[in-house]
């Protein structure tokens, strides 16, 4: 790790401790244009070998010319034997579906184009969903093609004949049915209706319910407190001041899109207010980098500062009620930060109108305390942010971490011997200290999964489970409304997959039905009519089923756990959490080759996980980024790199769970998989194995403890180890920077060093300022916030001054009344070396709030699936290789250990006077007529110059050809003899082909590419507009990522329209433009992010 | 050594004959003539014009378009209905064969394959003749219902007996039509009759009426 002496570095802004040392490794990087062009990064291929290999592709290609310039290959047109009713080919057709995640619905629109699923988009009716889709949901469309999926019936790991006719599997399932009492269901979280209906059939079967990541301990709390389980609803619309405990809303919640949209309502400063979110968190949650104040605090800490908070409020005003709490808790008085007291003032000045939450890895009595404060503070009153929603569930239920306890017991008992594992992992993500492989050892087992995987390989039985777009299901969203699910397409496996709920009917019922008909059943069993049917269909949901929002008062007798808030000295050096991944989940998504290659939205790794730390606990241990270190918790260890990440509290780790998927990538007898020896001999090529989670990260369940899971850290011993491990960040990557040696006019400027011109810049960049320096003068704010104000460029308008056709964009009343704080100089320009373009169509354009962007990444996510970006891998990666076309910049500015955080979206900025095209020796990247910077893929030679001389680093250049999975199937489709081979050997080849967008070209290697503004579905959207002899209206026009946009930060449209939302944006107060000194004039505008601290002292 | 020294020539200099100008004037002659050789050839040779044109495939079922179109005077969009509404112009599925195939001419060997298509669900598969390369985006409703005729491009589709590449669809070809269209278009009721003769006069009437619908259509230009 770097030196850091903060004192003297003086950076305001740095996007990683790398930066902010200015390290000369980091200045080497940022130097080179091409980092990715290194020779020893490239290739051990030493040149001579090239020359031989080149020579040889030439004498080839050469011969290929002779035959191959005639015509390209034949293609075949094959139309369907019947097509179903109105269809239009080539135009996908929306379903509105949902996928349970958790046990809660996400309301998804699917599009199938030509009986395919590609593309998955929120559902903009569904109350949860308002259109916008998170990454999980986008990328598991990529899941439904996975080559790797499970696609037959398994004993013992070998594929039995007829599948579901198989006599020994009609043996098996009738076997369950009689086994009585003695068969176990063990179950993952649901909400569906049919199979809880389902449920009630199955007898006198135990059940077990288990997830790894769960909000039980709020379920506990809740049900503590208030005496039945409730499930809390937050309307952060109506907060103004939201105190989060380790409670991330905004991204790892499952009603996560709901609450940004609604917590984004407050962060724009409408009629001059806005929310302020303080966040108390041990580890850099996504909501924490969004937060006005953070308070980094150690994790076994965490309760104890909620007590603190309910002492200091009962300082303030002891008629709240919380004088009891404050006596049980008053070891707490002295934990945690003193800014506590800041907050308790700050949340009695807005009873009422606050929320006070707390994450669901906290234990019970953090819930319990967080909602007796909301009710003490009047939050949860009748139409208060506070409500509180009857999910009906079941009282006696016992939490998951005792669920899976209780069904090791009770197979070692031999209460149980037989054990249906519906869905889920449970071998790989039960608790470190429940051996569950163990205990199924030698038990007549049956898993139904998406892969063969540790639980498959711990079964005797497995069975292949249908993907949500395969079939047919319901499930309740977060608020309780009654979501279906419908299929797209039939399961792609040999063995039909099917559904927990349909494995329940198989087993269960006297005759199995299908689960079209066991939904439909659940729907109309209260006697809704057909039509009512068909509209749940189409819509996606039925209206109105979300669960009543009452607002009860705590009862009393719920403060038993209290004491238990003040942290007791614990064994171990340090807190260790285990955290939801904003990638993989818990797991499930670790073979998606989208979600691996995602930045982590904090702390931007793309493949892997590490432990997270702060660089306090870092130096205290002598270890730097990327050094092995060994987390022993309860006696278990695991060894993994640690990563320095600014503003995670001292004493605490943080390990993402879900990765460490295979064998390969730990040293032998690492028990990654806990196989039980000499149970299962599974046939290795039959074993299909995770290509893509392989070798990615870390196993933390592998020291999560039950007992850790209950009280959200636990304690560990942690010693530096031996090694090091290579982590692909993408955090330094794509660095917008430039020489700093200019002058301007007769404004000279001194520029002492370029790191400090870098810094001044960096402002124009990124321009930020607080909310009470905005009201002092919209008009100027940005200007003011700039370091750099007094500079010529910001003396003229700063708008795009294209001769517009018909002349009315001169002079339009923006400049008069504040352009982003410019002043008006009516038509002055700066001087351009360029001629203006001509406009007489529209102009697209683009316009991104800072303030409202999370920095979440589904917009990453959207466009790789909308665009066919590639997926190149963690070497490639590593090299700065990655292929997004839109990328969350992330800056860190102040303290080292409390850092602030800023999340700036930076996709091609589709400049007017674009550097890019006046470079192109062969005209490959050109000015379309409204505006965008086209790339021609046919034209393009690699050359490279356009990326060299883009200002904003948003090109990507195919270094390798990133799709070959297409040519994998073109090759085999044109070969019929390697065909039948294939056929035959049962392999899947090609598969993730079918999630293309037709729409949109495969690029190859050697040709550059970047963002469209989807230009795709601009054409597409003219074309029905002028089909259907209309104009286009604002709004037709959606660009990928805008659409998934959780909090409609990024706006899309016509600047020719001057009505139109983005012109409006654009022309907005807290607008502005990178780099304008460059006068390259981007379409893109941006708006200044607004932050709301408390006023000082 | 000193028997070598005395081997070679003292100084002399290397002089070409005479002859060796009119040699180079030759081969320069001649290789000029190569090279230009060589550029047609290529330029028209692999054109589109040429390679393109003509492209006839043989099909799984020997189809007329002379006969259904030309003599039994099928509309275009009974079969391809997809040509008003979507980008492609599609295929008609087995089934639209079968409409009247079930009854007209069932057991002919002719219509095996179809007849196992409709039975078995199975798709035919057709051979492309009209091949765009991938990079190219092209909607067939964007000039179905912008007055381009089906035979613009397809050709006189109702006297071929089997369908061959009328136009090359080279880019080229394209831009000279989008950089003047008035010639090419025709009213939209035209749209499928084979023998209509586009011509300036008519075309710049329907590109009138038609540019009135959208501001963008002004220019000459047509995007």
Request: hydrophobic content about 35%.
């Amino acid at each position: 790790m770097p030196q850091i002496d903060t004192e003297s570095t003086g950076k305001e802004y740095w996007r990683s401790l790398d930066d902010l040392a200015d390290t000369p490794e980091f200045q080497r990087f940022v130097a080179k244009e091409f980092p990715q062009l290194t020779p020893e990064l490239v290739s051990t291929t030493s040149r001579r070998s090239f020359l031989k290999i080149m020579g040889a592709s030439f004498a080839l290609a050469g011969m290929a010319g002779a035959t191959g310039c005639i015509r390209w290959p034949e293609e075949k047109i094959v139309p369907f034997a019947k097509r179903p009713a109105d269809t239009v080919l080539g135009r996908p057709v929306m379903y509105a579906t949902s996928m349970e995640l958790g046990g809660v619905a996400q309301p998804v629109l699917a599009a199938s184009m030509d009986g395919r699923p590609i593309k998955i988009e929120g559902n903009p009716e569904h109350p949860q969903s308002m259109g916008a889709a998170t990454s999980y949901a986008q990328a598991s469309v990529l899941d439904l093609y996975d080559p790797d999926r499970s696609r037959s019936i398994l004993l013992e790991g070998q594929p039995v004949d007829g599948g579901w006719q198989n006599a020994d599997f009609v043996a098996f399932l009738q076997s369950v049915r009689a086994a009585g009492s003695r068969v176990a269901v063990l179950a993952e979280a649901s909400s569906s209706p049919s199979f809880a209906r389902l449920r009630a059939k199955t007898g006198a079967a135990r059940w077990y319910e288990y997830e790894p990541l769960s909000d039980d301990n709020e379920r506990m709390g809740l049900q503590g407190a208030f005496g039945k389980p409730l499930r809390p609803q937050y309307s952060f619309d109506k907060a103004k001041v939201i105190v989060s405990f380790d409670g991330d809303f905004l991204l790892s919640h499952p009603a996560s899109l709901r609450y940004s949209r609604d917590f984004a309502k407050g962060r724009v400063a409408t009629g001059g207010a806005m929310n302020r979110l303080h966040v108390v968190e041990a580890t850099h949650s996504l909501t924490g980098t969004n937060a006005d104040h953070r308070y980094p605090v150690t994790a076994s800490k965490i309760p104890a500062t909620l007590g603190r908070l309910a002492i200091e409020l009962n300082k303030l005003d002891s008629s709240l009620g919380l004088g009891p709490v404050a006596q049980i808790a008053a070891g707490c008085a002295n934990e945690g930060p003193a800014a506590m007291a800041d907050v308790a003032k700050d949340l009695l000045a807005n009873r009422g109108e606050s929320i006070v939450l707390a994450g669901p890895a906290q234990p019970a009595a953090v819930h319990a305390l967080a909602h007796f404060i909301n009710s003490a503070l009047g939050n949860s009153k009748a139409n208060g942010p506070v409500g509180y929603a009857e999910t009906g569930d079941d009282v006696a239920r016992p939490s998951h971490v005792d669920a899976i306890r209780q069904l090791v017991a009770d197979l070692a008992s031999g209460a149980v011997d037989t054990v249906m594992i519906l869905g889920g992992n449970p071998v790989y993500n039960s608790p470190a200290d429940v051996d569950l492989a163990a205990a199924l050892q030698g038990k007549a087992t049956l898993h139904l999964g998406y892969h063969v995987d540790e639980t498959s390989q711990a079964c005797r039985w497995h069975v292949p489970r249908a993907h949500y777009l395969e079939a047919w299901g319901d499930a309740r969203s977060y608020d309780g409304t009654y979501t279906v699910s419908q299929p797209l397409i039939l399961p792609m496996t040999y063995d039909r997959a099917k559904t927990p709920t349909e494995i329940l009917s198989v087993l269960f019922e006297d005759k199995a039905r299908s689960a079209e008909e066991i939904v439909k059943e659940t729907f109309t069993a209260g006697g809704a009519s057909d039509d009512a049917w068909q509209k749940v269909l189409h819509d996606g949901f039925a209206a109105n089923t979300s669960w009543r929002i009452v607002h009860p008062r705590p009862t009393n007798g719920w403060t038993g756990g209290l004491a238990s808030l003040v942290p007791s000295a614990g064994s171990g050096t340090h807190d260790v959490i285990f955290t939801q991944d904003y990638k993989v989940h818990d797991g499930r998504f670790a073979n998606n080759g989208w979600l691996q290659e995602l930045p982590d939205p904090v702390t931007k790794i793309t493949w892997d996980n590490a432990a997270l730390m702060g660089l306090a606990t870092a130096k205290a241990m002598g270890v730097n980024s990327m050094d092995m270190i060994e987390v022993t918790v309860a006696g278990q260890t695991l060894e993994l790199p640690a990563y320095v990440l600014p503003g995670i509290a001292q004493g605490t780790i943080a390990i993402a769970l879900g990765y460490g998927r295979s064998t390969e990538a730990h040293p032998a007898g690492d028990p990654v998989f806990r196989r039980p020896a000499g149970l299962v001999s599974y046939n290795a090529q039959v074993v299909e194995r995770l290509k893509v989670a392989t070798g990615t990260g870390f196993n933390g369940y592998l020291i999560r403890t039950a007992d850790s899971m209950n009280k959200g850290s636990a304690r560990a011993a942690v010693a530096a180890g031996s090694g090091t491990y290579r982590i692909a960040t993408t955090q330094d990557h794509h660095l917008i920077e430039l020489e700093a040696d200019v002058s301007f006019g007769d404004k000279k400027e001194d520029f002492s060093s370029p790191g400090e011109e870098i810094q001044r810049r960096q402002t124009d960049i990124l321009a930020r300022g607080t909310l009470a320096k905005f009201l002092e003068d919209p008009q100027h704010f940005v200007s003011s916030v700039k370091k750099r104000s007094d500079m010529p460029w910001d003396h003229h308008g700063h708008d795009d001054h294209s001769h517009d056709g018909h002349g009315d964009e001169h002079g339009h009343g923006g400049h008069g009344d504040g352009h982003g704080g410019h002043g008006g100089h009516g038509d002055e320009q700066n001087l351009s070396l360029w001629e203006e373009h001509e406009y007489k169509g529209h102009r697209w354009g683009m316009s991104i709030d800072l303030s409202t962007c999370t920095g979440c990444s589904a917009c990453v996510v959207a466009c790789q699936a909308e665009n066919n970006i590639g997926v190149v891998g963690k070497d490639e990666v590593y090299r700065g290789r990655e292929m997004h076309w839109i990328r969350i910049d992330r800056y860190f500015s102040g303290d080292v250990e409390t850092p602030e955080v800023a999340h700036q979206p930076m996709n091609c900025q589709q400049c007017e006077n674009a550097p890019c095209e006046s470079v192109c020796p062969v005209a490959a990247t050109v000015h379309s007529e409204e505006g965008l910077n086209d790339m021609v893929y046919n034209r393009c030679i690699g050359t490279r110059y356009c990326s060299n001389n883009c200002p904003f680093k948003v090109r990507r250049f195919n270094y390798f050809n990133n799709h070959r999975v297409v040519d994998d199937q073109q090759n085999l489709l044109s070969d019929q003899r390697e065909f039948e081979k294939v056929a035959a050997s049962g392999e899947f080849v090609g598969s993730e082909a079918m999630v293309y967008n037709s729409d949109v070209t495969i690029r190859h290697r050697g040709v550059m590419e970047k963002c469209t503004y989807c230009v795709q579905r601009i054409q597409n959207a003219k074309i029905d507009a002028k089909n259907e002899g209309r104009q286009l209206k604002d709004g037709d026009v959606v660009p990928a990522c805008a659409q998934t946009c959780p909090t409609d930060a990024i706006v899309f449209g016509d600047l020719s329209d001057k009505n139109s939302r983005v012109a409006k944006f654009q022309h907005d107060n807290r607008a502005y433009k990178l780099l304008p000194e460059i006068n390259v004039k981007p379409r893109n505008s941006y708006q200044a992010k607004l932050k709301n601290p408390m006023e000082q002292g | 050594m000193a028997d070598n020294d005395q081997a070679v020539p003292a100084q002399r200099e290397l002089i070409f004959p005479p002859w060796v100008d009119q040699l180079f004037r030759i081969a320069s002659a001649g290789g000029a003539f190569m090279g230009a050789y060589v550029v047609l050839l290529v330029t028209f040779g692999a054109s589109p014009r040429n390679i393109a044109v003509g492209y006839m495939p043989e099909q799984p079922v020997p189809y007329s378009h002379r006969l259904h179109v030309g003599e039994l005077g099928l509309d275009c969009r009974y079969c391809h209905t997809n040509a008003e509404v979507g980008a492609k112009a599609g295929v008609p599925p087995t089934s639209t064969c079968m409409n009247c195939h079930t009854k007209v001419r069932p057991d002919s060997d002719k219509l095996a394959p179809l007849k196992e298509s409709y039975e078995k669900g199975t798709p035919m598969e057709w051979v492309k003749v009209h091949d765009l390369g991938d990079y190219a985006y092209f909607n067939h409703s964007a000039h179905v219902r912008r007055g381009v005729g089906c035979a613009t491009c397809h050709g006189r589709i109702d006297t071929m007996e089997e369908v061959f590449q009328d136009q090359p669809l080279s880019m080229g070809w394209c831009l000279d039509c989008h950089r003047n269209p008035e010639p090419n278009v025709r009213p939209l009721d035209k749209i499928t009759d084979m023998t209509y003769q586009p011509n300036a006069e008519e075309g710049r009437e329907v590109l009138r009426q038609l540019r009135g619908w959208t501001p963008e259509n002004r220019e000459r230009k047509i995007r």
